[in-house]
């Protein structure tokens, strides 16, 4: 069984660029999450979706960051614009379902360096 | 708010040695209770979980934890650590559907 794929690897730019990273989840996960993990910090959860639509978005610094899950397989997190404190890795998440019973299988990560 | 306090950020030991990561949680009522592993360039794998029943629990790759409420610990040993357990190690909780994790412990094995 293929795992969560994510795209790029590794990203370095300029402050106030734009990035956008992309999550492929496990066939058939309904759940997907993002999260960001600072170097020393354990990850910290930006945004959850159930299918194409977000159940959790609370700590998603919205005036920067967004998201979006379109039909319900498929996720991109972008930043515009990027600052140095941005730079961390990015990983998403996915489950067959919400709830913690759940397990979720996370992807490699996008290390993200903004410059 | 739940939080989770893994005291120790880097504990080196001996490869055959046994290892015990700690793990602290502050939380109103019993969470779900969870370690992963990171190892470089990889994502989080799940080591084990706790839920309720046994408080001893039995993960992957011959570790296992310890669910003691009156301390509200969830500590991670295995008997005898490999050189490939080298690692970065995350105790998480969920009172819900969502996970909080520590800051992390990094395991160095030496020869």
């Known amino acids: 069984e293929a795992g969560v794929a994510q795209s790029p690897r590794y990203k370095i730019i300029e402050k106030r660029q734009s990035v956008a990273f992309w999550c492929n989840p496990i066939?058939?996960?309904?759940?997907l999450y993002w999260y960001q993990q600072i170097l020393g910090q354990g990850p910290k959860l930006l945004i959850q979706?159930?299918?194409?639509?977000?159940?959790?978005d609370s700590q998603l610094p919205k005036d920067r960051f967004s998201a979006e899950r379109l039909k319900g397989v498929d996720s991109t997190l972008k930043i515009q614009p990027a600052k140095l404190e941005d730079s961390a890795v990015y990983l998403c998440a996915s489950s067959l379902g919400g709830g913690s019973s759940n397990e979720q299988f996370f992807g490699p990560g996008t290390r993200l360096t903004v410059l | 708010a739940q939080s989770v306090t893994q005291p120790d950020i880097h504990i080196t030991v001996s490869e055959g040695a046994s290892l015990e990561l700690r793990c602290n949680y502050s939380y109103g009522a019993t969470p779900y209770l969870f370690w992963y592993v990171q190892s470089p360039g990889q994502g989080l794998q799940l080591l084990l979980k706790y839920f309720s029943g046994d408080t001893l629990v039995q993960g992957i790759k011959g570790f296992e934890a310890e669910f003691k409420r009156s301390q509200s610990s969830f500590n991670l040993r295995k008997p005898s650590v490999h050189w490939s357990d080298a690692a970065e190690y995350f105790c998480?909780?969920?009172?819900?559907?969502?996970?909080?994790f520590g800051a992390g412990t990094t395991v160095t094995v030496r020869a």
């Open positions: 066939s058939g996960h309904a759940t």
């Open positions: 998480a909780v969920s009172p819900g559907d969502k996970l909080s």
């Open positions: 979706f159930q299918n194409n639509g977000v159940v959790d």
